[in-house]
């Protein structure tokens, strides 16, 4: 069987389908509380696991030993001592309606589904009442809301002076144990601890304060076992400072930071680091990290190297390696799991200041209260603050690959700044406005007289605002461009106002201040030309959203004698000869 029931503890003994094993208590500092209810409870459970069920990790199971927990520790203090055969509706009821978690709902029910599915010890009116509708259904996950700036600032600060300060501790005690040929006369010396950290781990010392006792180990040492492991070992405040200032530098989510291996990066060249990380629920993704980051992985690097050293050899491979010199429950003391959220809290709990003012300085919220601190809001706030100034226009430049584009910007890309926001404005009212200028007609003239152009576009000489002397250049040719005449080329519809327009031929067909006369038609036909030898090179895909809306309004003047006779038309085709050296282009623009 791949999970099973254990009596002595009570707990669950599983096997996983990638091999790993668990064995987990029920409890550990105190005796099980109604020992045959949880037993059926677990027996449930366990049936629950893979291939039977959908549970495959030791974090799986640890939601419903959490809930059978729950649920005895409820029932005794409400003076149930029963078995499941003799739960009611009523009770369950009142035990779901206190406001138990959704999560924690769901285990208990599904565990007591399995455990009457195989003995049917559950009244039919009760097994109806498991399978109806959750009472607690959960939150829905709203956006995350950044940090604030002064928040984000002492957070990284705060990270900043914990692993700086660590390193240069770590530093400074290999460097006087470099220069020692051995402990020494006195084992009460910090250098001597340091020798033999660095020569025989932490693990002896583990072993003898465990055979010896805290006392004696005290009295040969003059100080604590983790004070002797200090400052060659990194603790896990340290590593949890490095975690979330890894975060905050890369917007990595926090479960591809948990699971990063050593073969995970990359190195292109001497100071760029290609990290290839996995997401809890999808494919591998990679990312070039930053300056900032290449030197906090460089730095963390050689800060494990000596725990990294003598950790165990299935372990050295991954990255967040860490001595626990306590251990767990299990009796582990080199792990690579992340930190808990309990650890984490206390983390911040143990950062709190103020400066003389009052004002907080560490681990405080603007509120005055403890930091909240949620990883994924470093990802959001990492988001939302990164500098956007080398932005070349990919839609998906800010967006998750593996998320849709309404759950990115639900979650993380919703919370902008009042900068962020007034830019974002912006570049909808202009693409609103481009918009309106594509759908107006072509200004196009069948002959160059000006009487025909205020008369048949009296509309248009108003938008213009064009006076006699500017509609005679208009006309003349003087403000002649490539394809057209232009109203006004400083006018800054495609450039800076006030400068030349830096508009590629093209674009002048969609222009609002562009006029098409019996003169343009040679480039006008050109033009067409090219966009011919660009179909025929490109796919429709790549060709439509690059020169589509302009081949179309190209199409619609020169439909014959709709603008221009046929005759016109003819006789401007006759001097194009279908050849790049006739378009002003950029090399990158030729066609092959």
């Not at 005895?72 to 009821?93: I, P």
């Not at 599915?117 to 399978?131: G, K, T």
């Not at 055979?211 to 003059?222: A, D, T, V």
């Not at 100071?271 to 990679?286: D, F, N, P, W």
Request: aromatic share 8%.
């Amino acid at each position: 069987m791949p999970a099973t029931v254990t009596l002595d503890p009570l707990g669950v003994h599983c096997i996983f389908s990638d091999g790993s094993e668990y064995r987990r208590p029920l409890r550990v500092r105190r005796p099980v509380e109604l020992p045959g209810l949880a037993r059926t409870l677990l027996e449930g459970a366990t049936d629950l696991v893979h291939p039977h069920g959908q549970v495959d990790s030791a974090g799986g199971i640890d939601l419903y030993l959490t809930a059978v927990r729950g649920f005895t520790d409820w029932l005794v203090e409400f003076g149930f001592s029963g078995g499941v055969s003799d739960l009611t509706r009523a009770l369950l009821a009142r035990y779901w309606r206190q406001g138990v978690r959704s999560s924690q709902e769901s285990a208990l029910r599904a565990m007591l589904r399995c455990a009457d599915d195989q003995d049917q010890i559950l009244a039919p009116d009760v097994r109806a009442f498991v399978d109806g509708r959750l009472f607690n259904t959960g939150e829905r996950y709203g956006s995350h809301q950044p940090y604030s700036e002064a928040e984000w600032a002492r957070l990284i600060r705060t990270c900043r002076d914990e692993v700086d300060g660590a390193f240069r501790a770590f530093c400074a005690a290999r460097e006087q144990v470099s220069s020692a040929d051995g402990p020494g006369a006195s084992l009460r010396e910090r250098t001597a601890h340091h020798w033999l950290v660095l020569h025989n781990g932490p693990d002896p010392f583990v072993n003898e304060m465990a055979e010896r006792g805290s006392f004696p180990f005290r009295q040969r040492y003059g100080v604590g076992l983790r004070a002797v492991l200090d400052p060659l070992i990194p603790t896990l405040d340290v590593i949890i400072a490095y975690q979330l200032l890894f975060g905050a530098y890369t917007g990595v989510v926090p479960d591809g930071i948990a699971d990063l291996g050593l073969d995970d990066i990359e190195w292109a060249g001497d100071e760029k680091i290609l990290l290839s990380y996995v997401k809890g629920r999808t494919a591998a993704e990679s990312l070039a990290l930053s300056r900032q980051a290449t030197r906090l992985v460089e730095q963390w690097l050689d800060h494990s190297a000596v725990a990294r050293r003598f950790a165990p050899e299935e372990l050295r491979p991954e990255l967040w390696v860490r001595f626990t010199p306590s251990g767990t429950w299990a009796g582990e003391r080199w792990l690579a799991k992340p930190a808990t959220r309990l650890s984490i809290c206390a983390w911040v709990e143990r950062r709190q200041a103020v400066d003389e003012d009052g004002r907080p300085t560490q681990m405080t919220g603007d509120d005055g209260l403890p930091l909240a601190l949620h990883r994924h809001r470093i990802r959001t706030t990492h988001d939302a603050l990164k500098d956007r100034s080398h932005w070349r226009g990919s839609r998906r430049s800010t967006l998750d690959p593996n998320r849709s584009p309404g759950v990115e910007g639900d979650h993380y890309l919703t919370n902008t700044t009042p900068a962020q926001r007034e830019a974002a404005e912006d570049i909808i009212a202009q693409a609103q406005e481009d918009l309106v200028r594509r759908a107006l007609p072509p200004l196009v003239l069948a002959t160059d007289e000006m009487a025909d152009l205020v008369e048949n576009y009296p509309e248009h000489m108003k938008r213009l605002g064009l006076d006699d002397n500017a509609l005679a250049q208009l006309l003349s040719g003087e403000r002649d461009v490539f394809t057209a005449a232009c109203g006004d080329q400083l006018s800054g519809l495609h450039g800076p106002k006030g400068k030349p327009c830096p508009a590629r031929p093209w674009v002048c067909l969609l222009c609002p201040l562009a006029l098409f006369a019996p003169r343009h038609l040679p480039n006008l036909l050109r033009l067409r030309a090219f966009f011919s030898r660009q179909w025929q090179q490109m796919t429709t895909a790549e060709f439509i959203p690059v020169f589509g809306p302009y081949a179309h309004r190209l199409d619609e003047i020169l439909t014959p004698d709709r603008y221009f006779s046929e005759q016109a038309l003819r006789a401007a085709a006759a001097e194009v000869t279908d050849s790049d050296v006739e378009l002003p282009l950029r090399p990158e623009e030729h066609t092959v």
